[in-house]
């Protein structure tokens, strides 16, 4: 009897071990999976988060941040503070909707957006950031460029519109030109939005037949996207030459549009210092009395009410 109990008591303490054991193993297995995952993502590639967020979840948060935004425009007013926000990305990466997102509460005339078309020849025979320069942010405003000057770092180089040399020059200068920004007073913030080629596939090949998107769909777009590497070789250059303490680039995963926009906001907010701009009490008046005033019998082109 005291032999079965001792065989059964040992019979326990291998299944035991082999639990811990196979527990240790998992738990090495998920560290060498965490390890993994940071290190992918220091090198900026897009890791996809668990789950996508709900649209309820991403409405409530964004409302959280619009309310933050409409404090900053205030704050940014009173203060007569600059801001330039940048935005860089590979196409489909979502800069647009980040922007749209960003904007979408708050004064057109204190977020300003920039997004420039191609340079006219005369442009083109001008200095190279001389059609960026009316645009930067005077007192009390907050510019976003949708591209920026970064584009003869990225397209211009990747198209073969200019040439290394001149992409050497640039990058040479670029940092010189934006220690000059900040130093008259403007806050610069430069944002990069990374996206994994099976996403951005996806998201261009969405625009084809979506009415709605066909306009995002350029000729350009068409022809770069068979460059991935070349653009990921542009975008390693142009990061290590560019990102210095007075503008350092940030790099966002843009997997989920949702998240990407949650994120980078809550990020903006949080490297330009705000505060609530005092406020009176808003009342509104008393409209005028009753009196003669009469509708005249004019005979008004409706809009046509079908809805």
Request: proline fraction near 5%; glycine fraction near 6%; charge should be positive.
């Amino acid at each position: 009897m005291g032999k079965a109990k001792d065989k059964g008591k040992k019979k326990g303490e291998k299944k035991d071990a082999k639990l811990v054991t196979g527990k240790a193993a998992a738990d090495v297995k998920t560290k060498k999976s965490a390890k993994a995952a940071k290190a992918k993502a220091s090198k900026g590639a897009a890791v996809a988060p668990a789950e996508k967020l709900s649209e309820k979840e991403y409405q409530r948060e964004l409302k959280k941040l619009h309310v933050e935004l409409v404090k900053l425009q205030q704050w940014v007013q009173l203060k007569g503070l600059k801001v330039c926000i940048v935005f860089e990305g590979r196409d489909g990466a979502g800069k647009g909707g980040t922007i749209k997102a960003i904007t979408e509460r708050v004064s057109p005339r204190v977020f300003r957006v920039v997004a420039l078309p191609a340079p006219t020849e005369r442009e083109k025979s001008q200095m190279y950031a001389q059609r960026y320069i009316p645009h930067l942010p005077a007192a009390g405003e907050i510019v976003i460029f949708d591209r920026s000057w970064y584009n003869r770092a990225g397209v211009e180089r990747v198209m073969g519109f200019t040439s290394e040399e001149g992409v050497r020059k640039f990058l040479e200068i670029v940092p010189l030109f934006e220690k000059m920004v900040t130093e008259s007073g403007v806050i610069l913030i430069k944002y990069w939005l990374e996206v994994s080629p099976e996403e951005q596939t996806r998201r261009l090949t969405a625009r084809i037949d979506d009415g709605r998107k066909t306009w995002k769909l350029s000729p350009m777009d068409l022809k770069s996207y068979s460059r991935w590497f070349d653009y990921s070789r542009a975008r390693d250059d142009m990061l290590k030459a560019t990102d210095t303490s007075w503008a350092p680039w940030f790099v966002a995963r843009s997997e989920d549009k949702k998240r990407v926009r949650l994120n980078i906001i809550t990020h903006l907010l949080g490297h330009i210092p705000y505060e609530e701009a005092p406020r009176e009490k808003v009342k509104l008046p008393k409209r005028q009395d009753v009196d003669d005033y009469k509708e005249p019998d004019y005979p008004y082109k409706f809009v046509p009410e079908k809805f």
